[in-house]
């Protein structure tokens, strides 16, 4: 299969503070990824230099190889590669179907056939019968399933989730990992960033550990479980 | 020419001193309750007139009014703050921003309406002092020394007291010196009626040498913006060191560009600074 | 709520139709055209300001430099303001691209956005003060020519100017809802509620707040020109002045910010008791301000969302009600 994303030797800087360290990772086509290490590994802010949220200090990121590094995000997301945030970022004030409605609108500017992808995203995060709700009287789950869909409606090609499981309950948990596994089934590539260990596991094909702002292993997760370095870097810390 | 370029430095150092004291107010209410009050140019104008009529009908000397026009304006500052601002404190900015133009309009019509569009003048005659050879404004440096002994005895205040260390804890972080068990709304309520209050005393130390007009407030306000982004949102010293640069910079550029183009030149300097230093020599930025 | 607003414009039209020939006081007229000019104004701000969630102080400055470009090209070549409208809207499109960059590239936001807005209209008032060819302090007059009202917009009584304003103001409210029903609308309310998110769904924020601001611009630019044939005087003072462009804004929030309409609903308290403080009380005594002022502060504090909200609100108590009864009677 081929590359799709490669980061090479990212480093990055805030003030003082080093939060990457010459990280470089490649992600195949149609591949569920899975990134992980404990709070202030520098999970978030590689999910950023690589969509465009942060211009990376050093080194440099390939998309379908072409070189994206400091590129604004919504040329990035253009290109079909996007993410979902860490805190909830819905439109609040808007109702759900606008919500992916403005996610959808970059495909299409017809407003008939933007509104069909937009239903269509819907109805794969299962929010159906809940288009006309406010997006911020949703529950937490639905709100992150919203997000879902919304970056869904842009049509990428490879979706970044920053820990999109946070806050929710195992039930509400099992039934995302369904929909991921759905959405990975129809080809996207999919990178997901989590905190907790156990939630990514069971779909990824590949994780990769950051710890300190290091990528401190790579490969898939059975070895990644046995892994020393992994196991001290989170029981370690805890 | 010499010694007049060296009088017009002094000048601006003087007058900046008085800047640097009522920018601490409008800074000191941003830094707190993250809201930019549009009408503290206002507060300098209340405390000018109030200076104005208790020497014009009482005879009092401006310096003497202090005692009346500081805690005068911090009750009103207070009261506005607890009646009004308390009510949009979660509100967009927007809505609160929106709010203290309401209140400059209020204020200065008052002025006008009450004391008419006339130009006014406290007539009080100071002898000229000289520093080898330098003529120097006497009001101007009595403004200037009385601004700084009040920022001096501020600093004090927010270093040495019990409220003055809430204060600055709310400042620095809302959240936390709320869960210190500080009662945030009342520092919010103390902080609005001290910049008020500062705003009036550095008004009663510009009516010793300017106009009192109802609209004087306007060109102040604007100054203060100028010094409070120069200096950066929310930093004492920036404010400090602002009101004397742009001092510097009103009475230079009065000097060589010309007394009517000194505003220009000051809403110029403004936007360079906004755009290419918005958080300031010394400021931490907006935040959120 | 949409059917309401559907309802309110065309309650609103109708009034504003039956009225205008109604009352034949040139003061009324002179009021009427006042909260046509206020209402289209806070229209064109709504589209930045209320939908973008740009709330700019510098709207007044749109206004001076359609109302200057318009009066010089009428006293130099004695253009039609028809044709010099669209020159006006040309210069203050390129203004507002210039700001617009200047302020979004550097990515200022919240307080800094409204101290830097304010402050290119208070550098624009100076400048144009101290600048002879535009007439300096005293301002520009609009010479009478009375040989074709049509042609020069030189009428002699106000009457045709409130149905001139009447149109633009039509015309504006038509495109407006289009602007907003489109993408443009839709990326543009995005931008409001959350610019990193827009982002990351494709929308060049930069871009479409600048698009924004020329198009707000561009609407308020075209007032300044009608309301400069209108007085047949123009000054910093007046068409560049700070307060006018507080009241767009009051216009715009004490209706309902982002609805359009509700710039109708505040226009039309804000200059009638404006205009009737001033007619009643005495034009240099300040209170119309006075009134202006409290005004603010009463609508910030108690209706931060705008009118139009509470009257969507009785609105849909007065349906419940009558759906209520409905019911009972089947």
Not at chain 2, 78 to 91: D, P, S
Not at chain 2, 183 to 209: C, D, H, Q
Request: a positive charge; proline letters at 3%.
């Amino acid at each position: 299969m081929k590359n799709v994303l490669e980061a090479k030797n990212v480093s990055m800087w805030f003030g003082g503070l080093q939060a990457l360290n010459n990280v470089s990772i490649t992600i195949k086509e149609h591949e569920i990824v899975g990134l992980i290490g404990p709070n202030g590994a520098g999970k978030t802010t590689l999910l950023n230099c690589i969509t465009g949220f942060y211009k990376p200090l050093k080194g440099k990121v390939f998309y379908k190889g072409m070189e994206v590094t400091g590129l604004k995000p919504h040329k990035i997301c253009k290109m079909g590669l996007t993410k979902t945030f860490q805190i909830i970022r819905a439109f609040k004030s808007l109702s759900v179907l606008d919500n992916v409605l403005i996610g959808a609108l970059l495909r299409s500017s017809k407003m008939d056939e933007a509104l069909s992808i937009s239903r269509e995203a819907i109805e794969k995060v299962g929010l159906r019968g809940k288009e006309e709700m406010t997006a911020g009287n949703l529950t937490p789950a639905d709100q992150r399933s919203l997000e879902l869909a919304r970056a869904l409606a842009t049509k990428p090609d490879v979706l970044l989730l920053d820990e999109i499981a946070a806050g929710l309950n195992p039930v509400e948990v099992s039934g995302l990992v369904e929909t991921l596994r759905e959405i990975n089934r129809e080809g996207l590539t999919l990178i997901i960033v989590e905190h907790v260990m156990q939630a990514i596991m069971p779909i990824a094909k590949k994780i990769v550990v950051l710890h300190g702002g290091r990528k401190i292993a790579e490969g898939p997760p059975e070895e990644i479980k046995r892994n020393e370095r992994v196991i001290e870097a989170y029981f370690g810390e805890e | 020419m010499i010694q007049h370029l060296l009088e017009v430095f002094i000048e601006g150092i003087l007058i900046g001193g008085i800047f640097a004291l009522f920018t601490l107010g409008l800074n000191m209410i941003y830094g707190v309750l993250e809201i930019i009050n549009f009408a503290h140019g206002e507060f300098i104008m209340l405390g000018m007139y109030i200076a104005y009529w208790l020497f014009v009908l009482m005879g009092l000397h401006p310096l003497l009014s202090l005692a009346i026009v500081f805690p005068l304006l911090f009750f009103a500052g207070a009261a506005f703050e607890r009646v009004v601002i308390e009510k949009v404190i979660k509100a967009h900015i927007f809505i609160q921003t929106f709010i203290t133009f309401g209140l400059l309009l209020l204020l200065q019509n008052l002025a006008y309406f009450f004391w008419s569009a006339d130009y006014r003048a406290i007539r009080i005659h100071f002898p000229l002092i000289s520093i080898g050879g330098l003529h120097v404004s006497t009001p101007r440096l009595i403004g200037f020394i009385g601004s700084i002994v009040t920022i001096i005895i501020l600093h004090l205040f927010l270093t040495k007291t019990k409220v003055g260390t809430g204060i600055r804890a709310v400042d620095e972080n809302p959240v936390a010196a709320e869960l210190m068990g500080i009662n945030v709304k009342r520092m919010r309520l103390i902080t609005f009626g001290l910049g008020t209050g500062l705003a009036g005393v550095a008004g009663v130390f510009i009516s010793l040498f300017y106009y009192i007009y109802p609209t004087v407030g306007f060109i102040f306000i604007l100054l203060a913006f100028i010094i409070v982004v120069l200096g950066g949102m929310g930093s004492f010293i920036g404010s400090l060191v602002g009101g004397l640069i742009i001092g510097e910079l009103e009475s230079l550029s009065a000097l060589f560009v010309g007394p009517q183009w000194k505003e220009a030149v000051a809403m110029i300097v403004f936007i360079l600074i906004l755009l290419f230093k918005p958080t300031g020599i010394f400021g931490m930025g907006e935040r959120k | 709520m949409i059917t309401l607003k559907k309802h309110l414009s065309k309650v609103l039209i109708a009034v504003m139709f039956s009225l205008i020939p109604l009352y034949p006081s040139p003061y009324f007229r002179r009021t009427l055209f006042l909260v046509l000019y206020f209402a289209y104004l806070g229209v064109a701000w709504d589209i930045l300001g209320g939908y973008t969630g740009q709330g700019s102080f510098v709207h007044a400055a749109f206004v001076g430099l359609g109302a200057y470009t318009s009066a010089l090209l009428f006293i130099w070549w004695r253009l039609t303001p028809y044709i010099s409208m669209f020159i006006g809207v040309l210069v203050s499109v390129l203004f507002a691209a210039l700001i617009g960059y200047l302020c979004f590239r550097f990515g200022l936001r919240g307080h800094f956005f409204f101290l830097a807005s304010i402050a290119f209209l208070v550098a624009m008032r100076y400048s144009f003060t101290n600048w002879d060819l535009v007439g300096g302090a005293t301002g520009l007059i609009i010479p009478l020519e009375s040989s074709n009202p049509w042609l020069y917009m030189q009428f002699e009584g106000k009457l045709p100017y409130c149905y001139i304003m009447l149109v633009f103001l039509l015309i504006e409210i038509y495109l407006a809802e289009k602007i907003v029903k489109s993408k443009l609308g839709y990326y543009f309310i995005a931008i409001k509620e959350d610019e990193l998110a827009s982002e990351s769904l494709g929308i060049n924020t930069l871009k479409y707040k600048l698009v924004s601001l020329m198009v707000s611009a561009a609407f308020t630019s075209m007032a300044g020109t009608l309301y400069a044939f209108f007085v047949g005087y123009i000054a910093p003072e007046t068409v560049l002045s700070d307060i006018l462009t507080v009241q767009i804004v009051i216009v715009a929030v004490l209706g309902g910010a982002g609805t359009i309409y509700g710039s109708l609903i505040g226009a039309f308290i804000m200059v009638p008791l404006m205009e009737y403080t001033r007619a009643f009380l005495g034009a240099r005594s300040g209170l119309d301000l006075i009134v202006l002022g409290s005004l603010i502060i009463l609508i910030g504090v108690l209706y931060p969302h705008g009118l139009i909200r509470l009257l969507e609100k009785i609105y849909w108590r007065l349906r419940m009600v009558k759906g209520g009864r409905n019911e009972k009677c089947s």
